[in-house]
């Protein structure tokens, strides 16, 4: 049987992916001019054959207990397809390809893609970015392909100003979040960051009041500056576990290697264990005036304050700091924090203190509380 060259071509990248295949993991046999190859598994292979000529390329693929093409659980899609992967380690086999079938709202019934023409893409060489969006849906859905190619980023100031967003889901295939990407997108209330992003812009999700948690992926090896301040609601802060970079500890956003708290919420407690010396510029810093919280505990550790660190706190009143008065005088407090100086301060005492010069306590219950 005589075929296309192209058709040739196609065959002999297909020889090449089954070799690549066969060094990762997918146990592949490969028979050429009828000299077989014998590999052996523990149970049952499928196989097929594709016949070049005279040449003949048998496939196996074996249904081993490592290895049997199980569809993960994520959807993957385009503007028109949706389908599964392997979920084998680096099997990229594709898995129940079919079509869109969209309900009344322009959504998938399978997938959880929604049709919708209002993003705007731009071609960097080899995959699209989302540079914008002009719709006004409180839930929008990223592809993860565009017209055949990855959707690899997220541009600057994409959905900036975007007040009608509540939900975004960003698919796998990004790596990058531009900077002010959701900046002021006041509806937005959760964010999960994919697990393949690497980089997040500078004010990609300042000034987003209504967002209540972010969790960032261990992939995660750079954010830029107030990534998320400013979100006055957030109480739930968490990263990954195996970020080389970033942790968390008490809903606190940590850059591990320098010891600095980035980020805090409201609920945050920040850790005693050592691993925090420095409290970033704007790391607590509000939008508005933030009165339901009255006190905050500062550990021993801390050697200096950053400016703006706990603007907003305008209820403030007591400090509780777990080190000595010498070890307080010797903290680098910035500049505009002065609800954090004018608070009362209360320095820790396990008993009974006789020194009356200073105010101390003491834990009630689990519970900072004065002498």
Known sequence: MKISFKASIALLLSIV??????????????????????????????????????????????LDLTHTHAPSSKWY?????????????????????????YDSKNKCTECWYRKDTELKFLLLINEYVVSGYTGSSPTVVIPSHYKGKPVGGIGN???????????????????????????????????KIPDRVTSIGDFVFCGCPALTSITISDSVTSIGLWAFNFCDDLTSITVEEGNSRYHSTGNCLIETATKTLILGCKNSVIPDDGSVTSID???????????????????????????????????????????????????????????????????????????????????????????
């Not at 509000?286 to 801390?302: A, F, L, N, V």
């Not at 706190?313 to 005088?329: H, K, M, Q």
Request: one cysteine or more; charged letters at 15%; a negative charge.
């Open 281 to 371: 510029d704007y790391a607590f810093s509000t939008s508005r005036s933030i009165t339901s919280i009255t006190s905050i505990t500062i550990p021993d550790s801390i050697t200096s304050i950053g400016d703006y660190a706990f603007s907003g706190y305008d209820s403030l009143a007591s400090v509780y700091y777990s080190g000595t008065p010498a070890e307080w005088s010797g903290i680098t407090i910035g500049s505009y924090n002065s609800n954090l100086i004018n608070a009362t301060l209360y320095y820790y005492s396990a008993t009974q203190p006789t020194d009356t010069a200073y105010n101390y306590w003491r834990y009630v219950d689990g519970v900072p509380a004065p002498w």
């Open 77 to 101: 899609c385009d503007e028109t397809y949706h389908w599964n992967v392997c979920s084998a380690k680096n099997c990229t086999e594709e898995l129940h390809k079919s079509a869109h079938i």
């Open 157 to 191: 100031s994409a959905f900036e100003d975007c007040e009608s967003l509540k939900s975004i889901v960003i698919p796998d295939t990004v790596t990058r979040i531009g900077n002010n990407a959701f900046c002021f997108c006041s509806g937005l209330t959760s964010i």
């Open 17 to 62: 992916m089954l070799i690549t295949m066969l060094l990762t993991g997918c146990n592949v046999k490969n028979s050429n001019e009828g000299n077989e190859n014998q590999s052996t598994t523990k149970s049952t292979a499928t196989t097929t054959e594709t016949t070049l000529d005279e040449t003949t390329v048998e496939e196996t693929t074996a």
